[in-house]
C-alpha cells in the first residue's frame, strides 16, 4: 500500500491511496478533480475510489469531476449528500475494500456532525479528514468538546506507528500554539524545531503517528473534557 500527498487549494491534502496488486487507486477527500486525476496518472495510476471523511466542500468538491473522469464510486457518510450523492453510505462498523485491503468506518463526530475516519488496521494507516492535525485537532463546528476527546481518546488507544493522514498542513500553526501550552515538553520543542526545517524547505509534515501525537499533541494530552474545551476555544482565537 502506497500513500501519497496531492497539495490542493491553500493547504488541503488529498491523499492517493494505491495497492499495487490490486492496481486500484482510492482519493481521499478530494477537494478539487482535475489536479488529483493528473497527480495519480502522473504515477499511473488510475483512481477506482473516492473515500470522503466529511460534507465540507474542500474534501468532496473533487467528487463528481472524478466520478464522471474515471467512473470510480464514491463512498462517505450520510452528511456528505448535502453536497453530492455517495454511490455508497458509510458508518461505525461498516467496512470498505480497496483490492485486497480492509479499512474499518469509524464515526468520529465533533468538527462535523457525521465525520467518519477510515481505518487499515494490517497497514496500520488511518484517514481522520480534519478530525484530528498534527499537535492541533479540528473546529468544533458541529458537535462538542466532549465528543472531540472521546475521538482522541480512541486514537491515542491505536498501537503507536499507526499513521496518521490528516486533510490539512496545519502542523507548524499548530506546533507554535503547542509548544505555549506545554513550555516543558522537550518532545514537543524538538518537533517544532523539525517542521520548522521542513516548512522551510516546503515539505510535507505528515503523516504524523499515533506515537508522536502521545508525547506532542496538547489536545490528545487533554486530561479531561473541560481542559479539551479550554484549549480548543484559546486555539480558535490564537494568532
Ligand atoms: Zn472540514
Same mark, same amino acid.
Not at 28 to 33: A, E, F, I, Y
Not at 76 to 83: D, F, Q, S, Y
Not at 102 to 124: C, L, Q, R, S, V
Not at 195 to 210: A, F, Q
Given at each position: 500500500m502506497e500513500i501519497v500527498p496531492v497539495p490542493v487549494l491553500n493547504d488541503n491534502y488529498v491523499w492517493l491511496i494505491h495497492d499495487s #496488486?490490486?492496481?486500484?487507486?482510492?482519493?481521499? #477527500? !478530494?477537494?478539487? =478533480? @482535475? @489536479?488529483?486525476?493528473? +497527480?495519480?496518472e502522473a504515477r499511473g495510476w488510475q483512481i477506482s475510489q473516492v473515500f470522503n471523511t466529511h460534507w465540507h466542500p474542500d474534501h468532496t468538491g473533487g467528487n463528481q469531476a472524478i466520478h464522471e473522469a474515471t467512473g470510480a464510486p464514491v463512498t462517505? !457518510?450520510?452528511?456528505?449528500?448535502?453536497?453530492y450523492e455517495p454511490d455508497? %453510505? $458509510?458508518?461505525?462498523?461498516?467496512? $470498505?475494500?480497496?483490492?485486497?485491503? &480492509? +479499512?474499518? %468506518?469509524? #464515526?468520529? @463526530?465533533?468538527?462535523? +456532525?457525521?465525520?467518519? +475516519? %477510515?481505518?487499515?488496521? *494490517?497497514?496500520?494507516?488511518?484517514?481522520v479528514g480534519d478530525t484530528m492535525f498534527a499537535m492541533g485537532c479540528g473546529r468544533l463546528f458541529e458537535g462538542t468538546a466532549a465528543q472531540m476527546h472521546a475521538n482522541l481518546q480512541r486514537l491515542a488507544a491505536l498501537p503507536e506507528d *499507526?499513521? $496518521?493522514?490528516?486533510?490539512? &498542513?496545519?502542523t507548524l500553526a499548530n506546533a507554535r500554539f503547542a509548544v505555549t501550552v506545554e513550555p516543558d515538553n522537550a518532545d514537543l520543542a524538538a518537533r517544532l524545531q523539525r517542521?520548522?526545517?521542513?516548512?522551510?524547505? =516546503?515539505?510535507?509534515?505528515? !503523516?504524523? *503517528?499515533?506515537g508522536e501525537e502521545r508525547r506532542t499533541n496538547p489536545f490528545m494530552r487533554a486530561h479531561s473534557v473541560d481542559e479539551l474545551a479550554r484549549l480548543r476555544q484559546t486555539k480558535d482565537s490564537f494568532g
Open positions: #496488486d490490486s492496481g486500484e487507486t482510492a482519493a481521499v #477527500d !478530494p477537494s478539487v =478533480g @482535475p @489536479p488529483v486525476i493528473e +497527480a495519480a462517505g !457518510p450520510t452528511e456528505v449528500r448535502k453536497v455508497r %453510505i $458509510v458508518g461505525e462498523g461498516d467496512h $470498505v475494500r480497496l483490492g485486497g485491503l &480492509e +479499512a474499518n %468506518i469509524w #464515526d468520529i @463526530p465533533a468538527h462535523t +456532525a457525521g465525520h467518519i +475516519a %477510515i481505518y487499515f488496521p *494490517t497497514a496500520k494507516a488511518i484517514f *499507526t499513521r $496518521v493522514y490528516c486533510g490539512h &498542513e496545519y517542521v520548522e526545517d521542513l516548512r522551510e524547505r =516546503g515539505e510535507v509534515t505528515l !503523516p504524523t *503517528t499515533i
